[in-house]
T-cell receptor, first 115, second 115 residues
Framework: AQKVTQAQTEISVVEKEDVTLDCVYE???????LFWYKQPPSGELVFLIR??????QNEISGRYSWNFQKSTSSFNFTITASQVVDSAVYFC????????????FGKGTMLLVSP | EAGVTQSPTHLIKTRGQQATLRCSPI?????VYWYQQALGLGLQFLLW???????NRGNFPPRFSGRQFPNYSSELNVNALELEDSALYLC??????????????FGPGTRLLVL
């Protein structure tokens, strides 16, 4: 069975602070995919990133960066210089072989960035 | 390019009634997924359709059903509505490409309220 744990239920920061959202996963699959989605108050889930289990390179996209560590089964997400518009619920998700495995989501971390 | 669309945005029903939710995938996508996001329960997988067939089903009773049409749009039907069916229902679409991975893109959701 697959499991995704986002231990941080809610994080509050002040604008321009850096913030890291933690994600720990469990799977027996040797090939799997990890995702981060953002859910603003409007409700729509916005895709942010997908990583393959065989590619442990970290990635940076603007103010966003992701740290994938297979040894600790973690896929953490960092927002640098946070902005009020970053306020949302962030979900980490896991899937097995595409087409045969659906997404397993963590419970989400609510990020509140105040001015 | 248009994203995933869902209708209606809001739906109010009473216990025992039936609800029909609709989803149009991104052009070219053949897979449609349905998820339920109920308060306190997180995102739970409901159904997966691909090429007109039901491929997988989550842990939900049979009164949750659906179908996928030849144009790949999909319908979710919930019969004999119960109060606990009140939730945000999210539809996602994807294109499964062998060896290239799969990313699910989500629509804005339908908020169902059962009174």
């Amino acid at each position: 069975a697959q499991k995704v744990t986002q231990a941080q239920t809610e994080i509050s920061v002040v604008e321009k602070e850096d913030v890291t959202l933690d994600c720990v996963y469990e799977t027996r699959d040797t090939t799997y995919y990890l995702f981060w989605y953002k859910q603003p108050p409007s409700g729509e889930l916005v895709f942010l990133i997908r990583r393959n289990s065989f590619d442990e390179q970290n990635e940076i996209s603007g103010r966003y960066s992701w740290n994938f560590q297979k040894s600790t089964s973690s896929f953490n997400f960092t927002i640098t210089a946070s902005q009020v518009v970053d306020s949302a619920v962030y979900f980490c998700a896991l899937s097995g072989l595409m087409g045969y495995s659906t997404l397993t989501f963590g419970k989400g971390t609510m990020l509140l960035v105040s001015p | 390019e248009a994203g995933v669309t869902q209708s209606p945005t809001h739906l109010i029903k009473t216990r025992g009634q039936q609800a029909t939710l609709r989803c149009s995938p991104i052009s070219g996508h053949t897979s449609v997924y349905w998820y339920q996001q109920a308060l306190g329960l997180g995102l739970q997988f409901l159904l997966w359709y691909d090429e007109g067939e039901e491929r997988n089903r989550g842990n939900f009773p049979p009164r949750f059903s659906g179908r996928q049409f030849p144009n790949y749009s999909s319908e979710l039907n919930v019969n004999a509505l119960e109060l606990e069916d009140s939730a945000l229902y999210l539809c996602a679409s994807s294109l499964v490409v062998q060896g290239a991975g799969e990313t699910q893109y989500f629509g804005p959701g339908t908020r169902l309220l059962v009174l």
